[in-house]
């Protein structure tokens, strides 16, 4: 987006980490970042959201929390995950945005099925209690769902 003339925002939950993503898109060969501004928001307080979709006419929500261990209590990856996911659409309604792309993964849809299921569809959803799904599974389900 960037390289293409976007004018692009994006989130840090510490004002101090916009050094360390400049250096690491320099890094990853993006040559211009003066298009780039960032807006201090974090999943798990309201504070910043509407400061950081003003303006916006798109907003690109693909944050979730990830543990790569066994989480305790999973309400520690499934709260930010769907509420979250709550403070940016709301927050983008609340601003105008005209379109919002929620990224997903497999997780969301694809856990607790039989073998034999054949091919998933938007109308299938992990089964929150089934077998092999974890916290992040649930956190995924969860968020998309959310009312």
């Given at each position: 987006m960037l390289?293409?003339?976007h004018h692009?925002r994006?989130?840090?939950?510490s004002?101090g980490k916009?050094?360390?993503?400049?250096a690491?898109?320099?890094?990853a060969?993006?040559?211009?970042?003066?298009?780039?501004?960032?807006?201090a928001?974090?999943?798990?307080?309201d504070e910043?959201?509407a400061?950081a979709?003003?303006?916006c006419e798109?907003v690109?929500?693909?944050?979730?929390p990830?543990h790569?261990?066994h989480?305790?209590n999973?309400d520690?990856?499934?709260?930010?995950?769907?509420?979250?996911?709550?403070?940016?659409?709301r927050a983008?309604?609340?601003?105008?945005v005209?379109r919002?792309?929620?990224t997903?993964a497999f997780?969301?849809?694809?856990?607790?099925?039989p073998?034999?299921?054949?091919?998933?569809t938007?109308?299938d959803?992990s089964?929150?209690?089934?077998p092999?799904?974890?916290?992040?599974?649930?956190?995924k389900?969860l968020?998309?769902?959310?009312?």
């Amino acid at each position: 987006m960037l390289s293409e003339g976007h004018h692009v925002r994006t989130t840090v939950r510490s004002p101090g980490k916009q050094t360390t993503v400049r250096a690491v898109l320099a890094d990853a060969g993006l040559a211009d970042d003066s298009a780039l501004t960032f807006a201090a928001a974090d999943l798990t307080s309201d504070e910043g959201w509407a400061e950081a979709v003003a303006g916006c006419e798109y907003v690109l929500h693909v944050a979730s929390p990830v543990h790569l261990q066994h989480v305790k209590n999973d309400d520690d990856v499934i709260v930010p995950a769907r509420d979250g996911t709550l403070r940016v659409l709301r927050a983008a309604r609340d601003a105008g945005v005209r379109r919002v792309v929620l990224t997903s993964a497999f997780h969301a849809v694809g856990f607790g099925h039989p073998h034999t299921h054949g091919t998933f569809t938007e109308e299938d959803w992990s089964v929150l209690d089934g077998p092999g799904i974890d916290a992040y599974g649930r956190s995924k389900t969860l968020a998309e769902r959310a009312d």
